[in-house]
């Protein structure tokens, strides 16, 4: 990862790349993430046959309506162990980018693609 401060991270192998699953899907619903810290949101997320709704947590409610999430598609890390946040458990991390106060903007594909998709 690289740090906040914006340096590169170490450099990596292909393989290394490829070890880390990262995959489209469609936000099904989102709701604020009582008992959070920090102000989040909780969402189940479809990525498709293969790996089916998944729920994750993400810090998005300054930028985001929890309605203007539903119907958008996210990319995610499928394949990161779950992790406890408060009593809820994220099963995949969805990704972003600080924007420049520090609030978090969603990546995204640029047009529309199937569920599942894989980030090549």
């Known amino acids: 990862m690289s740090s906040s401060s914006g340096q590169p991270s170490a450099e990596i192998g292909f393989d290394d790349f490829l070890k880390v699953d990262i995959r489209i899907g469609t936000v099904l619903e989102a709701v604020p993430l009582e008992g959070a810290r920090k102000p989040a949101y909780r969402m189940r997320i479809d990525f498709g046959g293969e790996i089916g709704i998944k729920a994750s947590s993400a810090q998005l409610t300054a930028l985001y309506r929890a309605d203007e999430l539903v119907g958008r598609q996210v ?8 992790r406890q946040i408060g009593k809820f458990m994220s099963q995949v991390l969805t990704l972003g980018f600080p924007g420049p106060d ?7 594909p640029e047009r529309q693609v199937p569920n599942g998709s894989r980030l090549f």
């Not at 990319?75 to 779950?82: E, L, T």
């Open 75 to 82: 990319m995610a890390v499928v394949n990161f162990p779950p």
């Open 102 to 108: 520090g609030a978090v903007v969603l990546a995204t």
